[in-house]
């Protein structure tokens, strides 16, 4: 059974800073990108944020400064440190594993998203 289950979200202010953690099983985590992408209300998901199997970065230009994305193999964990928080920025937030090119690909599972609300 592959379960990814995030957590971290909450309530902040602007400026403020949240980490989001991402706790994958059932996958072996290292042949897998991981990701993060958000969803506002009548927006489309985008990704904000994506770690390869080589824990190379690739940010959203909206995000890019602000967020930094971190994976850590031995605990099947990747995180999302975000800084500098803005309105914009609420959404739910989704953790997104992505099977490797390498190891055959089109194979993506997803957490269940944790909200990140921003507010004054």
């Known amino acids: 059974q592959v379960q990814l289950v995030e957590s971290g979200g909450g309530l902040v202010q602007p400026g403020g800073s949240l980490r989001l953690s991402c706790v994958a099983s059932g996958i072996t985590f290292g042949n897998y990108h991981m990701a993060w992408y958000r969803q506002a209300p009548g927006k489309e998901r985008e990704q904000v944020a994506l770690?390869?199997?080589?824990?190379?970065?690739v940010y959203a230009d909206s995000v890019k400064g602000r967020f930094t994305i971190t994976r850590d193999n031995d605990k099947d964990t990747v995180y999302l440190q975000m800084d500098n928080l803005t309105t914009e920025d609420t959404a739910l937030y989704y953790c997104?594993?992505?099977?490797?090119?390498?190891?055959?690909?089109?194979?993506?599972?997803w957490g269940q998203g944790t909200q990140v609300t921003v507010s004054s």
């Open positions: 997104k594993a992505e099977l490797s090119g390498i190891f055959g690909g089109n194979v993506d599972f």
């Open positions: 770690s390869t199997i080589a824990s190379v970065a």
